[in-house]
């Protein structure tokens, strides 16, 4: 089984729409990131949690790591077609190190207008 | 400022022939990454350098992948021979710290996409 579980694998919702994609790891934890991947854009930041309860907002997108630090959900509000991609999550294991993420195989995002 | 540059965008190569994908970090940015995503499968990581030092290249495949970073600027990936297994998109990315605590953002580049034929 994959380390690293993002829910759902796909998904289309209507502009203006909310959403959650979640990120669902076997391993505590330590710290997460989740990027946008735009054909020919690469994997764009977004967000980094680093702690248990941490709840990040950037724009219309929200992220939380929940306190157990085994799951993280990404939540956009009143989406765009411009939020359309794949949404992947990245997860920190090792404490001193930030080099070698994790990833999960991403949420594939589609708005219509 | 310029974000982390990859060189080619799109290579389509031939089973055994020789391929040499170029990474330019952030200026200013002593780690560097390669990690690749194949067809269905998830983003794996390839090694990390710090400057021009290699700290850890657990997740090469084999011997046939060749990482270099001379002078601790630029970096290239070679493929040699590309086999068939070998498509996909490999990414560059770097950072300027080394410490996950200290917030060090990991940047990506756009990718080389590579097909191997």
């Known amino acids: 089984s994959q380390e690293l579980e993002q829910s759902p694998q796909s998904l289309i919702v209507q502009e203006g729409k909310n959403l959650t994609i979640n990120c669902t790891s076997s391993k505590t934890l330590y710290g997460l990131y989740w990027y946008k991947q735009k054909y020919g854009e690469g994997l764009i930041f977004l967000m980094m949690l680093q702690k248990g309860g941490e709840e990040k907002s950037h724009e219309k997108i929200t992220a939380k790591l929940d306190e157990k630090k085994q799951q993280s959900s990404l939540h956009i509000t009143a989406s765009q077609p411009s939020h359309a991609g794949i949404y992947l999550c990245?997860?920190?294991?090792?404490?001193?190190?930030?080099?070698?993420?994790?990833f999960g195989k991403g949420t594939l995002l589609t708005v219509n207008p | 400022e310029a974000g982390v540059t990859q060189f080619p965008s799109h290579s389509v190569i031939e089973k055994g022939q020789t391929v040499t994908l170029r990474c330019d970090p952030i200026s200013g940015h002593d780690n560097l990454y390669w990690y690749r995503r194949v067809m269905g499968k998830e983003i794996k990581f390839l090694l990390h350098?710090?400057?021009?030092?290699?700290?850890?290249e657990s997740g090469m495949p084999n011997n046939r992948f060749l990482a270099e970073r001379t002078g601790g600027t630029y970096s290239t990936l070679k493929v040699q021979p590309a086999e068939l297994e070998d498509s996909g998109v490999y990414f560059c990315a770097s950072s300027q710290g080394y410490g996950f605590l200290s917030g060090n953002t990991i940047y990506f580049g756009e990718g080389s996409w590579l097909t191997v034929v």
């Open positions: 990245g997860a920190v294991r090792s404490g001193g190190s930030n080099y070698k993420l994790t």
């Open positions: 350098f710090v400057k021009e030092s290699k700290q850890d």
